[in-house]
């Protein structure tokens, strides 16, 4: 990936502020070309980030290659995510990242906040456990014996600090505008939302010692799950994803189901305010919106990876093109694997 497209969807989905795009996203990728994030000056230079952001920026500077490294795992999952589907999370060469489809509240941009928040979450985490930091470590909370009478032990994952440090850089670009605008309160909805989707999933990883592997002494720890684990979370909240409306409770504003025969959504779910455009087209007007034309499909599924809706109904051209592949590999004493290459044709769709 880019580091153009990484600088980009920073801004995008994290920072998003400078009224124009292009030139913030060449700013950064001057930035990003120049190497990690060292010093505060760096703060001051990242235009993106509005005044409370740089604050945070320079009293963690540390923090801040992580929250980059954030942002390239978020990105890699949403693509790894959306690689069957018409909207693909894919970027235009020096285009903003998601382009208008994260300007819109529809579902995708509730994925798009879920992952970028639960990613920076979790990339913080990482670099906390891995002692790069010196702000944070492991989590020292977890200690003693547990009920189940194992040992505390080794480096549980400090999800608390990664979670906080998320809500603070993450969130306070809506904050600041005021919580009152239902675009607003989606966003930090969806945020909390994806960082939930780590919180709710950490696990208890174990270790035995003792003789020949028996297990008389068990020491554990708490361990995040793996970021895929959470990318899959975050897309099964996508498709469940609940559309809501602003509606004033006492002085306060919530967003509420549209439809009032649906229960109300819980924390970990995902909510948008409309509903998404059908992605069919290419639109040189919206950024993001490349269409299908082109896009490979699979002819017998009847999902939305198949010819039939991937195309649009358009209908799609089949190609025989060969592939070499590894086959009759044998072991040989010792140690190697020879294979054979093998020609063999399949099919490929392609959606006119
Ligand atoms: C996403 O779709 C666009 C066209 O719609 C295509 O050019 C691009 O290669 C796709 N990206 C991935 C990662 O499949
Ligand atoms: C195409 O879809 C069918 C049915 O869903 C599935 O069994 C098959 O593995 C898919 N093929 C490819 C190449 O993904």
């Not at 995708?108 to 702000?135: D, N, P, Q």
């Not at 003792?210 to 720890?221: A, D, H, I, P, Q």
Request: one cysteine or more.
């Amino acid at each position: 990936m880019d580091t153009r497209v990484v600088a980009c969807i920073i801004r995008l989905t994290l920072l998003t502020l400078l009224t124009s795009p292009a030139s913030s996203c060449r700013y950064l990728a001057k930035l990003s070309s120049v190497g990690s994030i060292r010093d505060e000056e760096t703060c001051e230079r990242l235009r993106g980030l509005i005044q409370r952001q740089v604050q945070i920026c320079k009293r963690s500077v540390e923090v801040m290659d992580a929250v980059r490294r954030g942002a390239q795992l978020a990105i890699d999952e949403c693509q790894f995510q959306f690689r069957n589907r018409r909207w693909n999370c894919s970027t235009l060469e020096s285009m903003p990242v998601f382009g208008k489809v994260v300007t819109q509240g529809t579902r995708e941009a509730a994925f798009v906040y879920a992952i970028s928040a639960a990613s920076v979450a979790f990339a913080v985490t990482r670099a906390c456990s891995s002692g790069e930091l010196e702000k944070c470590g492991c989590d020292h909370n977890v200690h003693g014996v547990s009920p189940e009478g194992f040992q505390w032990s080794g480096c549980s994952d400090n999800i608390a600090y990664g979670v906080a440090f998320s809500q603070s850089f993450v969130d306070v670009r809506e904050r600041s505008k005021g919580q009152s605008s239902s675009r607003a309160l989606m966003n930090l909805h969806n945020n909390e939302a994806g960082r939930k989707a780590i919180l709710s999933h950490m696990r208890v990883e174990c270790k035995c010692h003792g003789v020949s592997g028996s297990c008389e002494v068990k020491t554990c720890w708490k361990a995040m799950p793996p970021f895929r684990k959470v990318g899959n979370i975050i897309k099964e909240k996508f498709d469940g994803a609940t559309e809501v409306e602003q509606r004033k409770v006492g002085t306060t504003k919530v967003l509420v189901p549209r439809n009032s025969q649906f229960k109300p959504h819980t924390d970990e779910d995902l909510v948008y305010l409309e509903p998404s455009p059908d992605f069919c087209d290419y639109d040189p007007r919206t950024p993001g919106m490349l269409g299908t034309v082109g896009r490979q499909c699979n002819r017998t599924s009847k999902a939305i990876d198949g010819c039939e809706l991937m195309c649009c109904g358009r209908g799609f051209q089949t190609q025989e093109v060969e592939v070499v592949d590894r086959c009759s590999c044998k072991f040989h004493w010792c140690c190697y694997v020879k294979c054979k290459q093998c020609r063999k044709m399949v099919e490929i769709h392609t959606c006119r």
